[in-house]
Antibody, heavy 115, light 109 residues
Framework: EVQLVESGGGLIQPGGSLRLSCAASGFTVSSNYMSWVRQAPGKGLEWVSFIHSGASTYYADSVKGRFTISRDLSKNMVYLQMNSLKAEDTAVYYC?????????WGQGTLVTVSS | EIVMTQSPATLSVSPGERATLSCRASQSVGSNLAWYQQKPGQAPRLLIYGASTRVTGLPARFSGSGSGTEFTLTISSLQSEDFAVYYCQLYSSWPPKYTFGQGTKLEIK
């Protein structure tokens, strides 16, 4: 059974950094594409980042230069390093596997950027 | 940049009736269109991709149609569990990019 479990969210001050983790099971991260999608409170969905099975990475313009997606194949995990956080980054962050598009999603982890 | 616009923002339908949700792209996207369902407090759930291909196990009452710039998600006979927010999504495989519509809230009339 495919499962994704995110962790690492919390309250962080503007300008701070946070690393989100996504533990995958039921499939191997090395053979799949993975992505992060976020949802601000009461708002819609916004794609954030993508990592190819070959490790190439892609980002939404809103986070480019501040966020970094990576993976640890030995742990079957994906990460999102978030730096220079802004209030507008406040959202639930979902990890998702990508086949044609995002097919399996985790339950999300809440990131709140506030002083 | 392609913009995805969903209509209506809210749709009120009675159980057992048909619901028709629309999604329009600002330029042609071929059939690279997916539909998601999201219930309160839950992650989105993929329903349809390729504009009309249902994911495994999705009830046949859900159907997707369209290509180019106009897409439709139809739920033929609404069940209580179908009331949720629905998002359309443009997906691009190269470079990878994903653009969501703003969502349609399907509520009980």
């Amino acid at each position: 059974e495919v499962q994704l479990v995110e962790s690492g969210g919390g309250l962080i001050q503007p300008g701070g950094s946070l690393r989100l983790s996504c533990a995958a099971s039921g499939f191997t991260v090395s053979s799949n594409y993975m992505s992060w999608v976020r949802q601000a409170p009461g708002k819609g969905l916004e794609w954030v980042s993508f990592i190819h099975s070959g490790a190439s990475t892609y980002y939404a313009d809103s986070v480019k230069g501040r966020f970094t997606i990576s993976r640890d194949l030995s742990k079957n995990m994906v990460y999102l390093q978030m730096n220079s956080l802004k209030a507008e980054d406040t959202a639930v962050y979902y990890c998702a596997r990508v086949t044609v598009t995002q097919d399996y999603w985790g339950q999300g982890t809440l990131v709140t950027v506030s002083s | 940049e392609i913009v995805m616009t969903q209509s209506p923002a809210t749709l009120s339908v009675s159980p057992g009736e048909r619901a028709t949700l629309s999604c329009r792209a600002s330029q042609s996207v071929g059939s690279n269109l997916a539909w998601y369902q999201q219930k309160p407090g839950q992650a989105p759930r993929l329903l349809i991709y390729g504009a009309s291909t249902r994911v495994t196990g999705l009830p046949a009452r859900f159907s997707g149609s369209g290509s180019g710039t106009e897409f439709t998600l139809t739920i033929s006979s609404l069940q209580s569990e179908d009331f949720a927010v629905y998002y359309c999504q443009l997906y691009s495989s190269w470079p990878p990019k994903y653009t969501f519509g703003q969502g349609t809230k399907l509520e009980i009339k």
